[in-house]
């Protein structure tokens, strides 16, 4: 059986349990990461995290290009080589506003 974890930005958490609910329903098995409204500290929640990656096949990822836990989840997944599908991907950045400022200031 197929097993997944999700990692992502507590600002997508409605998202990623209705992607798990799918997936449970269609038979694979998918675990969610600690949220931000977790009882336990920093350490348990990265503790936590690691565990649930090591133990999937594949990480998919929700993003809002903010989200430092998420970074470091990511970096861990990277780290153990496991493959990686991303979701969701937040485009309203300050990063995208500076490519656009960019091209709209050269006219």
């Known amino acids: ?38 009882t336990g500290d920093e350490l348990s929640i990265c503790q936590h995290n690691r565990l649930m990656i090591e133990w999937a096949d594949e990480i998919h990822v929700f993003w809002d290009q903010r989200s430092m836990g998420t970074v470091f ?7 153990l080589r496991k493959k990686i599908v991303i979701e969701y991907l937040e485009e309203k950045t ?13 006219v």
């Open 73 to 79: 989840d990511f970096g861990m997944a990277f780290a």
């Open 1 to 38: 059986m197929k097993k997944i974890a999700i990692i992502g930005s507590t600002l997508y958490r409605d998202k990623m349990e209705r992607l798990q609910l799918k997936y449970n329903n269609d038979g694979i098995e998918c675990r969610l990461p600690r949220f931000d409204d977790h």
């Open 94 to 106: 300050i990063g995208n506003v500076m490519r656009k400022y960019e091209q709209a200031s050269r």
